[in-house]
């Protein structure tokens, strides 16, 4: 069964408004076992109607989101009429409904406009709006199948999940492809094919696909059968190693929350250059505070040395950047905590600040237990925002490396 989706909306090419729904969609087919072969945005206008003629040759199912509203430049229901050879027809039963919900939301004054919410081409079946007065509508022409649903997320999805999942699973029954994935942190996606693909190649699987993410990449392979999935997944965890930190969606965030939730481990974090985007990411998985326990965004030296207790003579010797400020400011996040792991982060984030001997990029690294401390430096590329995420990071994986090896540092 292929699968088309059709965005329309010119304010999505106009930069205006972020297309979401090919992430929605994509998703939601992966979970049915089906894929997206095609996606195309295209602006409001006659272009949708040649845009739908072309889709309905070439695909078994075109999903059309946006232009079923009120105003001028919402042309989808005449655009899919036009499409199939069919003239749009009043329903007075969704116009009643159109106004009942009106009238429910305090809505009594209605612009005439609202009636062409009402025209439906003929034959087509009414999906009923739950939280707006656009309807849905899908239509078929032999074996070619159509689904026009509403634009906006808060409308789209219930609609989605209502009746448009019911009829894709009971006819990819018999046709389903599953997909598995896996995340890596450390490796480029050169490496981890180098790693993996001829193993996947042996085991028949063709559908394998990398994507490299800032510090992170995903691997994505597709077969018919779980068992050979299952086979692959064995492979992958051998090859990628302690690389591997996560399938299907997990952050790296998560898998350090796991990790020192499951081992009883508490986790600290002392931030400079990351103006504490470290905590932040900690903080965002659901359970957290089971593990997470302190915080300090030590921007300035002062608070360096105010809040984590680093010697200004070691900041006047070294500098802010320098592996010995690194490793104090992570022991003094250690102690002043009395959690079992401490990260901390110093660097350059840039554009500027930056020397010959330190340049913009550079960060160091302090890593502590309540008995050891020790440091590293990575150099990062890109703009400041990508040095505070590439660091974020470099210091989470330290963070789950340490937990892996049972909160103990390799020295």
Not at 137 to 151: D, E, S, T, Y
Not at 184 to 203: D, H, K, M, N
Not at 257 to 286: F, N, Q, Y
């Amino acid at each position: 069964m292929t699968v088309e989706l059709v965005s329309t909306g010119t304010e999505l090419l106009l930069g205006e408004v972020t297309e979401a729904h090919l992430a929605f969609v994509g998703r939601e087919l992966r979970t049915l076992g089906l894929r997206l072969e095609r996606q195309t945005v295209v602006p409001d206008g006659a272009v949708v109607r040649r845009v739908l003629e072309d889709a309905l040759f070439r695909s078994d199912v075109v999903l059309v989101t946006g232009g079923l509203g009120v105003t001028s430049d919402d042309n989808t229901r005449e655009a899919a009429a036009e499409a199939i050879g069919r003239e749009l027809e009043f329903q007075e039963a969704v116009d009643a409904r159109i106004r009942a919900f009106c009238a429910a939301k305090g809505i009594a004054a209605l612009p005439e406009t609202i009636r062409r919410q009402a025209m439906v081409p003929k034959g087509a079946q009414i999906l009923w709006n739950s939280v707006g007065t656009a309807p849905g509508l899908f239509v078929q022409k032999g074996r070619l199948a159509m689904f026009l649903l509403p634009g906006p997320p808060r409308e789209l999805v219930p609609m989605w999940r209502a009746a448009v999942v019911p009829w894709l699973r009971a006819r990819a029954e018999g046709q389903v492809f599953l997909w598995r994935s896996w995340w890596s942190v450390g490796l480029g996606e050169w490496e981890v094919q180098e790693r993996v693909e001829e193993g996947l190649r042996a085991l028949g699987i063709r559908e394998i696909g990398y994507c490299e993410r800032a510090g992170e990449v995903e691997l994505r392979i597709g077969h018919s059968e779980a068992s050979v999935l299952d086979q692959a997944e064995a492979l992958v965890k051998k090859r990628l190693g302690s690389a591997l930190f996560g399938e299907d969606g997990t952050t790296l965030e998560a898998a350090v929350v796991g990790l020192a939730t499951r081992s009883g481990k508490t986790i600290a974090t002392a931030e400079s250059c990351t103006g504490g985007l470290v905590s932040h990411r900690l903080t965002d998985v659901p359970g957290s505070s089971e593990a997470f326990t302190f915080g300090w965004i030590a921007y300035a030296n002062e608070a360096k040395v105010a809040e984590l207790g680093v010697d200004r003579e070691l900041l006047a010797a070294h500098g802010a950047v320098s592996a010995a400020v690194a490793e104090a400011m992570a022991l003094g996040a250690s102690r002043r905590s009395g959690a079992d792991l401490a990260v901390a982060v110093t660097g350059i984030a840039g554009p500027a600040g930056g020397t010959a001997e330190k340049p913009v990029g550079l960060v160091w690294f302090g890593l502590a237990t309540k008995e050891k401390v020790h440091s590293f430096r990575k150099t990062f590329p890109g703009d400041r925002s990508m040095v505070k995420r590439l660091a974020s990071q470099a210091a989470l994986d330290a963070l789950r490396q340490a937990l892996l090896a049972g909160g103990e540092l390799a020295l």
